[in-house]
């Protein structure tokens, strides 16, 4: 699900002084060129590197609901087929054509809640690179028209080191206002906040003024929590891709099957709108770890902003009560 860690990726988990280094062996200077995205990369030169956070989540958010609109459409279409397939037929069961009505239905209402977000998206990109609607759909059509979303170049960490912390602004403004020294900071691992007790470490050593250690107290526990978010979408991206290869090998199936006369067409397509399913859910997993990586890089300071991301987090948060309507897709039908 993840690229081979880039240099430029991997330098951006360890200290301030390694990943200077780093940086002045590779000609990428940026967290998200690790995205390796170059319609990601245009918009964030188009705009200045400004809002980076922000125009790499919204971007990423309509890259997720371009191909949400893409599955649900060829939903609609499976629909249609099977509603033109059992006209002036007598079904075993009597409900279906209820069901195909209501299917379509919700996917007409949710198609236009997909193209209204997409807008949205669209309306922000524009105005945060500074240029037209029609311009930027023409900068990003290839971009748009690729199935994949945006990939971070890095294995996803188990842990942390604890110099880490010394790259961000608000550690960094602590040490300047109570005279300590950010690059002091004790050995040690900082590791994924515990979900059941919603707890990280406990203890912290960090020499100096107490208001400084509490910044640093508080800047761990946020890059625990950024760690563990991280570490739990790449798992449910990982499962959903192993769910969506088992369901492209199950309808590869059903089409044999129907061709050898064993399941109808309108069967078929049941199992068509399966596998549309399978694919929504892993596009919607494959963006909310994209957007996991780009809070996770803002936690380690290399964004300067995270606040921003609220907004598509909470589109595509609010996909999930879309989706129900997609899976009542029925077994009754084997062997009409």
Not at 190 to 209: F, K, L, R
Not at 242 to 255: C, L, Y
Request: hydrophobic letters at 45%; glycine letters at 4%; charged letters at 20%.
């Amino acid at each position: 699900m993840v690229h081979s860690t880039s240099v430029l990726a991997a330098s951006m988990f360890v200290d301030h002084k390694v990943r200077t280094q780093a940086q002045a062996n590779t000609q990428q200077q940026h967290w998200w060129a690790s995205f390796e995205d170059t319609a990601m990369n245009r918009l964030m030169a188009a705009s200045g590197n400004a809002n980076e956070s922000g125009v790499a989540a919204t971007y990423i958010a309509l890259k997720v609901k371009t191909l949400e609109l893409l599955y649900l459409e060829n939903t609609r279409s499976a629909v249609v087929r099977q509603t033109m397939l059992i006209q002036g037929t007598t079904q075993p069961y009597d409900d279906f054509a209820k069901q195909l009505a209501a299917r379509h239905a919700s996917a007409e209402t949710t198609i236009g809640k997909l193209q209204a977000q997409r807008a949205s998206y669209i309306s922000y990109l524009a105005k945060q690179c500074h240029m037209s609607e029609a311009a930027l759909n023409e900068m990003l059509a290839d971009a748009l028209q690729d199935k994949s979303l945006p990939r971070f170049a890095a294995e996803v960490p188990r842990e942390l080191p604890m110099a880490v912390l010394a790259n961000r602004n608000d550690v960094n403004l602590a040490a300047a206002l109570y005279g300590a020294d950010p690059s002091a900071m004790p050995d040690g691992v900082i590791e994924a906040t515990n979900e059941a007790t919603n707890e990280g470490q406990q203890s912290i050593d960090v020499p100096g003024n107490p208001f400084y250690v509490h910044a640093v107290a508080q800047a761990r526990e946020q890059v625990s929590e950024a760690l563990r978010r991280l570490q739990a979408q790449s798992d449910i991206a990982n499962t959903a891709y192993a769910r969506v290869a088992n369901a492209r090998v199950e309808f590869e199936s059903s089409k044999q099957r129907r061709d050898r006369g064993e399941i109808s067409e309108v069967q078929l397509m049941e199992d068509f709108q399966g596998l549309l399913l399978d694919l929504h859910v892993l596009a919607a997993a494959n963006g909310e770890l994209a957007l996991a990586w780009v809070v996770f890089m803002g936690s380690i300071g290399n964004s300067p902003s995270i606040d921003s991301i609220a907004g598509p987090q909470s589109a595509q948060a609010e996909q999930t009560d879309q989706l129900p309507f997609l899976h009542k897709v029925s077994r009754k039908l084997r062997n009409p």
